[in-house]
Nanobody, 116 residues
Framework: QVQLVESGGGSVQPGESLRLSCTASESAFIYDMGWYRQAPGKQRQLVALINDVGATAYADSVKDRFTVSRDNTAGTVWLQMNKLKLEDTAVYYC???????????WGQGTQVTVSS
């Protein structure tokens, strides 16, 4: 069982930045790492993913504003969020998929609130 510990959420104004961090209790054999988010009344949706060789995927709504990165040795993934918008308000969940078993793990979620 892999545990994911998230940090970095908070409340900001539109146009500001936040950086989310997530560290897995085990760093070996992780394929995908990334972030999903869920706004009130909406389904959980992909924000950004990065695989073990650094290939990334982003939701169209965050391209050019958010950057996902990872440290394979440390088992840590970050999400740098710039130019935040009101519609970025959501609970952000760290996501990990193991490379061998394909088992998925989720963090507990961290709240990001963008308000003026």
């Amino acid at each position: 069982q892999v545990q994911l510990v998230e940090s970095g959420g908070g409340s900001v104004q539109p146009g500001e930045s936040l950086r989310l961090s997530c560290t897995a209790s085990e760093s070996a054999f992780i394929y995908d790492m990334g972030w999903y988010r869920q706004a009130p009344g909406k389904q959980r949706q992909l924000v950004a993913l990065i695989n073990d060789v650094g290939a990334t995927a982003y939701a169209d709504s965050v391209k050019d504003r958010f950057t996902v990165s990872r440290d394979n040795t440390a088992g840590t993934v970050w999400l740098q969020m710039n130019k935040l918008k009101l519609e970025d308000t959501a609970v952000y969940y760290c996501y990990v998929q193991m490379s061998v078993t394909r088992v998925e793990y989720w963090g507990q979620g961290t709240q990001v609130t963008v308000s003026s």
